[in-house]
């Protein structure tokens, strides 16, 4: 995935970009002569695997940072430098690295065995759990996120008759070919506001993926309700990040949410939530409970398990009993007894409401204390805070959709990226990201976060 080339920029932030470039040469250099292991680790990875990485996701420029190991709220990397971790997995690590319940739980599931490929009682009961907290009727269990939103869009089609998938422009769901269109599409491919194109993302995808789906700006009604009129009887669902998180933190506006359920009512559209960010990060029952706002169908992964890997999906009744009614879903590992028992106790005993009453505490200091310095430094950047997620975002104003994420400044992100690593604070490597909180993370550390990003603030603005 390439950048789209950077929005003009007023001649007043032509200085702020000089220093911005500059501190990210300096950080870099620096970074790059204290991760000589990683460096080292990267030449042997990259002989057996591409990129030198086991997810494009990871990739670095020049090498990824390796880790070794986590505990609690801290992270270590290859070279043996200890950071905090806000970077979670991206998104995966709410309960913290190597919760002692955790630990305990894998150990009692593994004593017990870890594969039967067998449906067993604790599989049920941590369906119930889910399907309680998202409103579900019913639900099937998968392994990644990428599963789920294709098993997700399987229903929908099987449901409507119909082929064609609706998504949001700058919206990733996975990496399987109904829906790698235009993720974070290039400026000169990226077509007209208001009718966006169909970028495709990935060499090696099949002809018809591109005529099977038609893309939509996010918090734009109006768009969505004109391609509907235009194309309704073709489209078999809608899907969406209910809050995008794929380029920063895009909050929809409570109309456009409400709309899009309307207008999916209307024209006999399935309504996919795509959750698999947003689901027991921002709350319990992640977007759904946050906003009110119900889907047909909801794809969940990521937290699912404490850094397990798992997957589900669910909704309403009647499209999720077509599985068995000539629809397939199917799964060796899904809702394995280790990954089944380890999610369960996540949920009942670690993600309580207790749990989010931290996390909601933790987020709130932490985006306030990046804004303080954010106006102290008169920077064109603004926060966002929900729950354990949360982000800073280079642009002055929030964004509503992809296209505001063009008008964002990525120097300024690619400066605090390497300034933080040499602070001790781990973050995602790019600003489509967000943070993650964990319940292992404290005050300190948070006020640690606070401490470095306030001066990155002050040293970019001079
Ligand atoms: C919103 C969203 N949907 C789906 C996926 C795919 O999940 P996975 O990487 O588990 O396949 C991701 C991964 O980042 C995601 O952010």
């Keep these: 995935m390439s950048y789209p080339s950077a929005a003009t920029r007023s001649p007043a932030h032509q200085s702020l970009l000089g220093r911005a470039r500059q501190i990210q040469q300096q950080e870099m250099q620096r970074l790059l002569e204290r991760t000589r292991g990683s460096a080292q680790l990267f030449t042997r990875a990259s002989r057996i695997l591409p990129l030198g990485v086991v997810s494009s996701f990871q990739k670095g420029d020049p090498y990824p940072l390796y880790l070794k190991r986590g505990q609690g709220s801290h992270v270590w990397d290859q070279d043996g430098h200890e950071y905090l971790d806000f970077h979670g997995g991206f998104g995966a690590m709410v309960t913290g690295h190597a919760h002692p319940r955790i630990v305990a739980a894998i150990a ?6 870890t594969h039967f490929a067998v449906t067993t009682e604790e599989a049920v009961a941590w369906g119930e759990e889910i399907c309680r907290r998202f409103g579900l009727e019913m639900l099937r269990f998968a392994n990644s996120g990428t599963e789920a939103t294709m098993d997700a869009i ?4 099987a449901a409507t008759g119909r082929d064609v998938i609706c998504k949001i422009e700058g919206s990733y769901h996975g990496h399987h070919d109904a829906v790698m269109f235009s993720i974070v599409p290039n400026a000169d491919l990226m ?6 194109a169909s970028a495709p993302v990935s060499r090696g995808m099949t002809r018809d993926a591109a005529r099977n789906i038609v ?6 009604a109006q768009v969505l309700e004109e391609i509907f009129r235009e194309r309704g009887r ?31 009512n209307q024209h006999g559209v399935i309504l996919i939530y795509d959750e698999v960010k947003t689901g027991f990060t921002i709350a319990a029952g992640g977007a759904t409970e946050r906003f009110g706002v119900k889907a047909d169908l909801v794809c969940l992964a990521k937290a699912l398990a404490a850094g397990l890997p798992a997957a589900a999906f669910g909704g309403r009744a009647d499209l999720m009993k077509l599985i068995g009614q000539g629809v397939s879903q199917m799964g060796t590992y899904n809702g ?12 009942r005993e670690i993600l309580t409401p207790d749990g ?21 430094n008169q920077l064109p950047a603004h926060t966002v805070d929900l729950g354990a997620k949360g982000c800073v975002s280079y642009r002055q104003t929030p964004m509503q959709n992809y296209r505001d994420f063009l008008d964002t400044m990525p120097e300024l992100f690619a400066a605090s990226y390497p300034w933080l690593l040499n602070r001790g604070i781990f973050m995602t490597p790019g600003d489509e990201e967000q943070w993650t909180l964990s319940v292992q993370h404290s005050d300190a550390d948070i006020d640690r976060y606070i401490e470095v990003f306030s001066g990155f603030c002050s040293a970019v603005a001079g």
């Design 154 to 157: 399987r229903v929908a089609r």
């Design 191 to 196: 077509g007209g506001r208001d009718r966006p």
């Design 356 to 376: 989010y009453a931290h996390l909601a505490r933790l987020g709130t200091r932490l985006v306030t204390g990046c804004q303080r310095a954010i106006d102290a």
């Design 108 to 113: 009692e599931a593994a004593g017990r065995g």
């Design 215 to 220: 893309v939509t700006p996010f918090n734009d």
């Design 234 to 264: 073709e489209i078999a669902c809608l899907i969406m990040e209910p809050v995008m998180m794929n380029i920063g933190i895009v909050l929809p506006q409570p109309s456009f949410l409400r709309r899009a359920r309307e207008l999916c």
């Design 336 to 347: 394995n007894p280790l990954v089944a028992h380890v999610g369960l106790v996540m949920l």
